[in-house]
């Protein structure tokens, strides 16, 4: 009897121990993941930025189309920039002189963003068990700013 009384409060004191650390996620994040088109097409290499003025700037960069990043619960603004490469250019090395040809990269769209930025106010909305977005972006939408 009072082996089955140690079991169980040991078992309840670890149980007090372990439910903060592996609770509901702790730090108040959640993974979303989801793709991003622009005209129909994936974006093929980019960045997101998912932002809000009550918690911390999250983000990934968009491969193939997609990302995944942790952000926390609510309405953000989620921005896109995106590159597309444009030929080569020559970079001399500043030690050695020597000169290697490197990828030129240039916005995806030429909307007067030097960074590639193609959206400022795409909104999204983030559930408590996370989500999967599809953020289809128009090119004739983006340039009329």
Do not use: H, W
Not at 3 to 15: C, H, N
Not at 25 to 46: P, Q
Not at 98 to 105: A, D, L, Q
Request: some cysteine; glycine content about 12%; overall charge neutral.
């Amino acid at each position: 009897m009072f082996q089955k009384l140690i079991l169980v409060v040991g078992f309840a004191v670890m149980l007090a121990f372990l439910l903060p650390i592996i609770g509901c996620g702790g730090d108040g994040m959640v993974s979303i993941s989801g793709t991003i088109s622009l005209d129909g097409v994936l974006i093929e290499n980019g960045r997101v930025r998912i932002a809000a003025s009550d918690s911390p700037v999250s983000g990934s960069e968009v491969v193939n189309g997609k990302f995944t990043t942790r952000t926390t619960v609510g309405k953000k603004i989620v921005t896109v920039y995106a590159m597309k490469q444009d030929g080569e250019t020559e970079e001399t090395n500043p030690t050695t002189g020597e000169k290697t040809k490197v990828p030129k990269f240039v916005p995806l769209l030429d909307n007067g963003s030097m960074y590639g930025e193609l959206t400022e106010s795409y909104e999204i909305d983030v559930k408590k068990g996370g989500d999967k977005f599809t953020i289809e972006l128009k090119s004739a939408d983006l340039l009329k700013k």
